[in-house]
């Protein structure tokens, strides 16, 4: 496995990145895009897991504001998932070379995909691998955030967080949940992008995720234009990567192997 770092600059902003690319790689790369206090680190080794296992090229990024990448002006807008995935990724996969790509996004980072791929007139896009997508505000989701500033406040999570966001730590934390809470983001839908996504889908929730029920899921099959396919995890929260990695990684794997040509 041959791998490689370095620094997208993308609009006078550097973004980090990490390149990972298997003995006989072929055309497709699979773009991983974090969730909203997520980041390139916080992946961990699972993007090595899905590179090793299905012999495809893997590119991971932090956004502007996350990890290791520049900083990002706040308040943030509540468009900021929009021009995410219709101005700074199309850049991104510009700038890495990209000429056939998979997007695998998780929450947030799953959202800057379906935004992406029904947003774009590009053929680049060949598949979405979606975990704990949202394409429209739930209650739960809000509750969940709520919850999550207070524990930012009295626990030990913005110590925890410190350490994958350094000594920008508060503008990530405050940006992401300020954008979510606001009374103006309540309107937030993406169900009109899904009828335009004509590419292979593949949708990994969990059961127990506390930042939004199977209702999003719903939405996203009702309105594709080809039936997704789906995993769902029981006993597993929002993280299915983390919380249940072998499940999720035999059906990342199993997705590839029937859509996509990945190996050389």
């Known amino acids: ?21 298997p003995p006989r790689s072929g055309a497709t790369t699979l773009v991983f895009l974090h969730e909203g206090l997520g980041c390139l680190a916080m992946w961990r080794d699972f993007p ?16 502007a504001g ?3 990448s520049g900083p990002c002006p706040l308040p ?9 995935g219709l101005e700074v990724l199309p850049q991104v996969l510009e700038a890495a070379e990209v000429p056939k790509a998979v997007l695998v996004g998780h929450s947030d980072g799953a959202s800057i995909a379906l935004i992406n ?3 774009v007139a ?4 060949a598949g979405l691998i979606l975990m704990a997508p949202h394409v429209f505000v739930e209650e739960l989701t809000i509750r969940s955030i709520r919850a999550a500033v207070s524990a930012y406040r009295t626990t030990a999570l913005r110590v925890r967080l410190a350490r994958y966001h350094g000594d920008r730590v508060d503008s990530t934390f405050h940006g992401w949940a300020g954008a979510w809470l606001d ?11 899904l009828p335009q996504i004509k590419v292979p889908v593949l949708l990994i929730q969990g059961e127990e995720d506390n930042y939004g029920t199977l209702r999003q899921l719903e939405k996203i099959q009702a309105r594709l234009p ?20 072998e499940e999720t990684l035999q059906a990342i794997a199993g997705f590839l192997a029937t859509n996509l040509d990945c190996g050389g």
């Open 1 to 21: 496995m041959r791998a490689s770092r370095g620094f997208f600059n993308i609009g006078g902003v550097s973004l980090e990145y990490e390149l990972l690319t």
């Open 48 to 63: 090595h897991r899905v590179a090793v296992a299905t012999s495809c090229r893997v590119l991971v990024y932090s956004r």
């Open 66 to 68: 996350y990890g290791g």
């Open 76 to 84: 943030r807008p509540l468009t900021f998932m929009h021009e995410e």
């Open 117 to 119: 791929a029904g947003g």
């Open 122 to 125: 590009s053929r680049r896009i």
């Open 183 to 193: 009374d103006g983001f309540k309107t937030w839908n993406l169900e009109d992008f």
């Open 226 to 245: 080809r039936r997704a396919d789906q995993l769902l995890l029981p006993c597993c929260g929002h993280t299915p990567f983390r919380e249940r990695p």
